[in-house]
């Protein structure tokens, strides 16, 4: 775990947001440097773009944004949590806004679904989310901070076929929200965003659409469009300046929730 740059902090508040080098992470860190936040972008892999993205920011306005490089099974031992706590904490000084962003993604049939896949899917996507809101949870306390979840609408009554374990942990972490809404009230507000079609995969991974399918997808949402980051962006910000709305999961997706059956794409 490396913090690849150290400032000194002012009055503004301060948002990480966990796998926010690139897409949908890459879009909140944006939105919310854009309204004066400074801003702590996690990453694993993407370290590159993760310091692209803080020197673009870094020369919009000096010192406003910071790079915490970490694997999130960091979770799995209490003194690297620590570790990677106090890192947090040391970059600005506070915390008022936790997203949970990191995710991983790729379908698990039935019958070869492994241990391996299993431990993946739950870490990214329900475990890590919680640890690290236990963890953190002090610190947003002094700000009467918040904590923001990205989720996904099949995490509710439509699951998507194939990825069940996927399916599982987002589940699990729908469920995370609302009881932290709970227990973490009236201090800390936790809600959730839950995707529709907002980004496609990449074009080269072995999760690419072809051309056909993406009309399809396309003539699936009601509204006609594929969503962008920059819809789930301005939700993430929305929640965060909405004082009054605690373990609510709002849906961007075009209103495709309102037709799926959850089979397929």
Not at 141 to 154: A, W
Not at 240 to 251: D, L
Request: contains cysteine; aromatic residues 4%; glycine residues 6%.
């Amino acid at each position: 775990m490396t913090m690849k740059l150290t400032v000194k902090p002012d009055n503004s508040p301060v948002m990480l947001v966990t796998g926010s080098a690139k897409r949908i992470g890459a879009a909140i860190i944006g939105a919310a440097h854009e309204q004066g936040y400074r801003v702590i972008i996690h990453c694993h892999n993407s370290q590159q773009q993760a310091q692209e993205l803080a020197d673009d920011l870094n020369n919009i306005r000096s010192a406003s944004a910071a790079v915490v490089t970490a694997d999130l099974a960091l979770v799995n031992d209490d003194s690297s949590l620590h570790q990677f706590v106090q890192t947090i904490i040391a970059t600005f000084g506070q915390l008022d806004v936790l997203v949970h962003n990191a995710s991983r993604f790729y379908p698990t049939p039935v019958g070869r679904i492994g241990y391996d896949q299993w431990d993946e899917l739950i870490l990214t996507n329900a475990k890590a989310p919680l640890l690290l809101s236990q963890a953190l949870l002090p610190y947003l306390q002094v700000q009467h901070g918040c904590i923001i979840s990205l989720l996904d609408i099949h995490a509710h009554d439509k699951p998507f076929n194939g990825y069940t374990v996927y399916n599982m942990a987002k589940a699990a972490h729908r469920m995370m929200v609302q009881s932290l809404a709970l227990e973490m009230a009236p201090h800390v507000r936790v809600n959730g965003v839950a995707p529709g079609v907002n980004i496609l995969p990449d074009t080269n991974s072995d999760q690419a659409l072809d051309s056909e399918l993406q009309q399809n997808v396309t003539n699936s949402i009601p509204l006609q469009r594929i969503g962008t980051p920059e819809d789930i962006a301005q939700c993430v910000l929305y929640l965060v300046q909405a004082s009054y709305i605690t373990g609510e999961i709002i849906a961007i997706d075009g209103g495709r929730g309102l037709t799926l059956a959850g089979n397929g794409h």
